[in-house]
């Protein structure tokens, strides 16, 4: 994907493996996982995510395991 690329709330959704509800619930709470959830844009009312920012949000939260059992343990 282009660095600069943006993704909707589906495209999002669907990357990481959750229902678009989840982002939606998201930018309100301003959490996502637990986590704070990473900047949108919005353009009407449309919501977007630079691929970049995704990218970013997944390295700082996302869970690193070496194996199925470690993951596991992470939930």
Do not use: H
Not at 26 to 45: C, D, M, N
């Amino acid at each position: 994907m282009k660095t600069n690329q943006l993704l909707n709330t589906s495209s999002f959704a669907e990357s990481i493996d959750c229902s678009p509800y989840t982002l939606r619930l998201s930018r309100t709470t301003g959490l996502l996982f637990g986590k704070p959830a990473p900047e949108f844009i919005k353009i009407g009312k449309s919501c977007f995510y630079r691929q970049e920012t995704i990218e970013q949000w997944i390295v700082e939260n996302g869970v690193v395991c070496r194996n199925t059992a470690e993951a596991f343990e992470a939930q």
